[in-house]
């Protein structure tokens, strides 16, 4: 299925929430992709002040204050970048440098924290104040858009998910045993799912769509075909 809506069909709002390792970061864009939407990757926001965090010496658990000025200050933008989303901060491309595990580890506290959820959730809605978005993340149709058309909550096994992982780790020359990325990743569910402010869970009116033995283009098909249905039918 490709990119080819009808000439009445209307753009929507798609929010995909879902764990660590679901493989939502990969199908969100290659649907935004296809159906010629914005790709907004909320999570990326919350990793670009873990990794402003870590660059300045701030510590999480004792800065917080400090830390959501520094949220506050921030200015986040998608551009495209040899055909793939890259996020800019203040104008400098950091899409690399926050993909590392330490980053990634550490975004998790960082968006425990009131004042940086407040900051970016601001900044999320301004992206997404136009129809024909696609954005992901882990509270987008529960707290962020939960007005969106389509919700989606996008899920896999714990040794799916796990294993996902070690593989984009290993495309970027990054090597980890599967047991410490296990363990990783259920401290993060577990901090994500237990936290007060906006935690991860599914929302009321999501289509829960668990991934195992699907493969990222059959995923993107049924999400293509979702929203298709959704635009034909917004007013």
């Known amino acids: 299925m490709r990119n080819n809506p009808g ?7 798609v929010a995909i929430d879902g764990p660590a390792g679901s493989g939502k970061s990969t199908v969100a864009r290659k649907l935004a992709r296809r159906l010629g939407y914005t790709y907004v990757d909320s999570g990326a926001t919350y990793r670009a002040v873990a990794y402003k965090v870590l660059s300045s010496g701030l510590q ?10 520094v949220a506050g200050r921030l200015c986040f933008e998608f551009r495209d970048v040899d055909g793939q989303p890259h996020l800019f901060v203040d104008g400098e491309d950091v899409e690399e ?27 999320q809605r301004q992206m997404a104040k136009d129809s024909g978005v696609v954005m992901e993340g ?25 294993r996902r ?25 577990d901090r994500d799912s237990s936290r007060d402010l906006s935690p991860l869970r599914q929302a009321e009116d999501a ?7 699907m493969s990222e283009d059959e995923v993107v098909d049924l999400l293509e075909k979702i929203v298709r249905q959704a635009e034909a039918t917004k007013e």
Do not use: M, W
């Not at 999480?60 to 000025?69: F, L, R, S, T, V």
């Not at 289509?207 to 033995?213: E, L």
């Open 97 to 123: 440098a926050i993909r590392t595990p330490e980053v990634g580890n550490l975004s998790s506290p960082v968006s425990a924290i009131p004042q940086v959820r407040e900051h970016l959730v601001a900044a």
């Open 60 to 69: 999480a658990n004792k800065d917080a204050d400090e830390i959501g000025q």
């Open 138 to 162: 882990r509270d987008i149709g529960t707290v962020v858009l939960p007005g969106a058309d389509v919700k989606i909550f996008l899920t896999a096994s714990v040794q799916e998910r796990a």
């Open 207 to 213: 289509t829960k769509i668990v991934t195992d033995g």
């Open 7 to 13: 000439a009445g069909n209307k753009k929507c709002s």
């Open 165 to 189: 992982r070690q593989q984009q780790l290993q495309e970027k020359g990054i090597y980890r045993d599967l047991a410490e990325i296990l363990q990783q990743q259920q401290q993060r569910d």
